[in-house]
């Protein structure tokens, strides 16, 4: 079932997206050699504490840790631990953020010192693919023109689009219906609602889009080892175009 969110329920939802903004914004100021990812979780544990909110992923399904962190060749759920970020990684932090009952999802990555040529390009065109996707997310369109825009962008650069993982819609659960994949043909999938609330959160690799599973149940590498980025935003449909819950 969609659930349409009222005006109302959506500004509530961007005040919980504000606060996670603001938390990726302090987190990129702490991105450096010799940071540990469990150090990141648990200041953003206790950022999104202070400014009322609470981090939905602890606890969800068993997860233990208030974020994902995604190192390198891992596409995504990746777990906060004591290994200290070196010059030259990339690295994903996701969380979702709860305040009063309504949810705000974002992912963002961030280069670690000096990263190479390679990773440098990923992140540009992972970021710039989360934008291409959110320019279509407008009423009228369907969920699959935000997918074509997306995979036609990152394999024209070289890249691959992760079929495993896909974005959802969001709001007083974490995932609700529809998923919104990030490649596929367009004109295809859910029409776009005014009300909708969906996260847009495109996961590109350097080599093949194939993923596989750690043992922990949760990480998920690329199959071949290569690189893996993500950014994600939680959007509202609206009559004025996409709402960015979670602008930086």
């Not at 329920?9 to 940071?35: D, Y």
């Amino acid at each position: 079932m969609i659930v349409i969110k009222t005006k109302e329920e959506i500004a509530k939802m961007h005040r919980a997206g504000e606060l996670l903004a603001a938390c990726h914004r302090a987190i990129a100021g702490m991105i450096r050699p010799g940071v540990t990812t469990l150090e990141i979780d648990k200041f953003a544990e206790d950022f999104v504490r202070q400014g009322g909110g609470t981090m939905e992923q602890k606890g969800y399904h068993g997860y233990p840790f208030a974020t994902c962190a995604s190192l390198n060749d891992v596409i995504c759920h990746g777990f906060p631990s004591e290994t200290a970020l070196k010059d030259g990684d990339i690295v994903c932090i996701d969380m979702v953020v709860n305040i009063d009952g309504w949810l705000a999802d974002s992912a963002w990555s961030y280069a670690v010192g000096n990263v190479s040529d390679e990773a440098r390009k990923l992140l540009d065109v992972t970021k710039k693919s989360l934008y291409l996707g959110i320019e279509q997310a407008v009423v009228g369109n369907r969920i699959g023109d935000i997918s074509h825009a997306i995979q036609t962008y990152a394999e024209s650069e070289g890249f691959s689009v992760v079929r495993d993982f896909v974005g959802h819609a969001i709001g007083q659960q974490m995932h609700e219906e529809p998923q919104v994949p990030h490649y596929g043909p367009p004109g295809r999938g859910v029409r776009l609602k005014e009300g909708m609330v969906i996260t847009i959160e495109p996961m590109i690799n350097t080599g093949t889009y194939h993923s596989k599973l750690d043992p922990d149940g949760w990480t998920a590498r690329t199959a071949d080892g290569g690189l893996s980025a993500q950014y994600e935003h939680t959007i509202a449909i609206t009559a004025d175009g996409p709402l960015i819950l979670t602008k930086q």
